[in-house]
């Protein structure tokens, strides 16, 4: 069965929007990153939801018309249904729902990181099933066992602050701009990793805690000069603290379960060290690392239409229009167990 789904993503500050055919793969997408948060630190969650609505449908249109499709040549819509921001979420649950009742087709509504998890099958260098993935986003550290379309076991999570909110968190110390993240890996580059800073949890468990390590950087930067090069430094130590945590705890893991595929994914899956890191890892272990291309690694539409296209292709569709801000993982059930229930 051939299936042509849009997918539709507003969970936080980007509008996603994609088109991914079953056959030929994925057609066309683009992104948008909101910009007006960046004077308040943060995400704005009225200002985010204003702009989903400024930016899903003319988004669609310039899609549909570089396509040189038409709106009917849809087959199906996904739409991140969470978790996220309720009021981002609602602007791209509605749009999808009533574009779905307006030309008779069904719609499905994806959890943001069933997203996350599969964006790797968007590229040509794909994993397949069982694999371990480590998720590093924002708002989740884990280490999850995925058997299977929906079948998610989660081996260890953060405790505290995840990966991301930890740069960005780390970022806002050192003076830097918002979004952190990337300006901080930017600044590592001109540093040396010459400060040493606390692992924690290192030796135990699948569990991940990076509260402390912030902590510990803003002692650092509390004592140290306020040159450049001091910050530079900083910047460097921590994202090697961050990524050695990540490395032990992947490695430990894929060695409990036996498994020989790692999949890297979430906005700290773009992270050049830690890609690096992660690679020269797969060699010496025998391990074969997939990560989606960067643009994947952040909140997008094409992971939405993908993972949506896999569920609406096994005859599963979302009928109400719930979103859901919380959203635990491992309440995904695969299609084959949802349908069997009704």
Not at 234 to 244: G, K, L, M, N
Not at 277 to 299: H, N, V, W
Not at 316 to 342: F, G, S
Request: with cysteine.
């Amino acid at each position: 069965m051939k299936m042509r789904v849009l997918g539709i993503e507003t969970s936080c500050d980007e509008t996603g929007i994609a088109l991914y055919d079953s056959k030929n793969g994925l057609i066309a997408h683009h992104i948008f990153s909101q910009e007006s948060h960046q004077a308040y630190g943060g995400v704005v969650p009225e200002l985010a939801s204003r702009d989903h609505v400024h930016k899903v449908i003319p988004m669609i249109q310039t899609l549909l018309d570089e396509t040189q499709l038409t709106i009917n040549d849809i087959e199906g819509i996904a739409y991140t249904a969470g978790p996220g921001l309720a009021g981002a979420l609602l602007v791209g649950a509605t749009v999808a729902k009533g574009l779905a009742f307006a030309l008779n087709i069904p719609s499905i509504g994806v959890h943001h990181l069933e997203g996350h998890l599969l964006a790797p099958m968007l590229e040509e260098e794909r994993p397949c099933f069982p694999f371990l993935a480590l998720l590093v986003s924002g708002g989740h550290t884990q280490l999850i066992k995925v058997t299977a379309l929906g079948e998610y076991d989660i081996l260890g999570e953060s405790l505290d602050d995840a990966a991301g909110e930890a740069f960005d968190k780390t970022a806002k110390l050192l003076g830097l701009p918002y979004p952190g993240g990337p300006h901080l890996a930017a600044l590592a580059k001109q540093g040396t990793p010459c400060f040493k800073l606390p692992r924690p949890l290192l030796a135990h468990g699948l569990d991940f805690s990076f509260s402390g390590l912030k902590t510990a950087v803003s002692q650092l930067i509390a004592k140290s000069p306020n040159d450049e090069q001091t910050k530079a430094n900083i910047a460097a130590s921590f994202e090697q603290a961050v990524v050695d945590t990540l490395i032990v705890k992947a490695v430990r893991a894929m060695e409990q379960i036996g498994f020989d595929q790692l999949v890297i994914a979430g906005g700290v899956g773009a992270n050049l060290h830690l890609r690096q890191s992660m690679t020269a890892l797969g060699k010496e272990k025998g391990f074969q690392i997939f990560y989606p291309r960067p643009s994947f690694c952040t909140d997008n539409g094409a992971m939405i239409a993908y993972a949506g296209c896999q569920r609406l292709l096994a005859g599963e569709q979302t009928h109400d229009l719930q979103v859901r801000a919380r959203w635990p993982l491992d309440e995904l059930c695969p299609p084959a167990r949802i349908l069997n229930a009704y």
